[in-house]
């Protein structure tokens, strides 16, 4: 299976900033997603991060808020921006390797005061 | 309409009992596949099992063991003599062919408190 590390593990953050997460994979994937978890909830897909082109958002995720870069197959970036307490969540990118089996990075835990 | 029902929210059982953890799930699509995934306190994600909707066996890896019924669109998973270790919260996840099979949707999770 893929291993796959996130940067960084755990930050605090003031409102009204960004932060960028980091997600390496240690092959080449074709499919690279990133996932919320708010405190004691169940994830939920923000999107899809294509490599080459824009990435692909979920319903009540917008760009703005939350850009994706995937310059290569082993590598994405998620910024959150502009951040307030209700973005406190854990943040992971996952990646599929085949046969569909999704793979998840340890998760990055964003608390914004 | 949510697609994947985890019915209990958090379950406790002592050491060596054995403990079922439920899932439902519902799809308009043929094919699919079901997951379950353990997310230990550290807060990753483990992939415990995949199930192709056209498998229907069930499956037995060491402790663990799963029963998939398409006549229930049910996806239980048990775990036998359970162990401190395996205090978690469990998710069961679907993924669907108009998806591509790449957008995973996954149920609230049951968390599992196992005491010694």
């Known amino acids: 299976s893929a291993v796959i590390s996130q940067k960084p593990s755990r930050d605090i953050c003031q409102r009204g900033t960004s932060l960028t997460i980091q997600c390496q994979v240690d092959?080449?994937?074709?499919?690279m997603f990133w996932y919320r978890q708010q405190p004691g909830q169940s994830l939920t897909l923000i999107a899809t991060?294509?490599?080459?082109?824009?990435?692909?958002?979920e319903s009540g995720f917008v760009i703005d808020k939350f850009p994706i870069s995937r310059p290569n197959l082993t590598f994405s970036t998620l910024t959150v921006s502009n951040m307030s307490p209700e973005d406190s969540s854990i943040y992971l990118c996952?990646?599929?390797?085949?046969?569909?089996?999704?793979?998840f990075g340890p998760g990055t835990r964003l608390t914004v005061t | 309409a949510q697609k994947v029902t985890q019915a209990q929210t958090e379950i406790s059982v002592v050491e060596k009992e054995d403990v079922t953890l439920d899932c439902v799930y519902e799809?308009?699509?043929?094919?699919?596949?079901l997951f379950w995934y353990k997310q230990p306190p550290s807060g990753e994600l483990v992939f415990l099992i995949r199930?192709?909707?056209?498998?229907?066996q069930n499956e037995i890896s060491g402790r663990y063991s799963w029963n998939f019924q398409k006549s229930t669109s049910s996806f239980n998973f048990t775990i036998t003599a359970s162990q401190v270790v395996d205090s978690a919260v469990y998710f069961c996840?679907?993924?669907?062919?108009?998806?591509?099979?790449?957008?995973?949707?996954f149920g609230k999770g049951t968390m599992l408190l196992v005491s010694p």
């Open positions: 996952s990646a599929i390797q085949s046969p569909y089996e999704q793979y």
């Open positions: 092959s080449q994937v074709t499919m």
């Open positions: 991060a294509n490599q080459g082109s824009e990435a692909t958002y």
């Open positions: 799809t308009r699509d043929t094919t699919y596949y």
């Open positions: 199930r192709n909707s056209f498998d229907e």
């Open positions: 996840a679907l993924s669907e062919a108009q998806s591509g099979y790449s957008t995973l949707t």
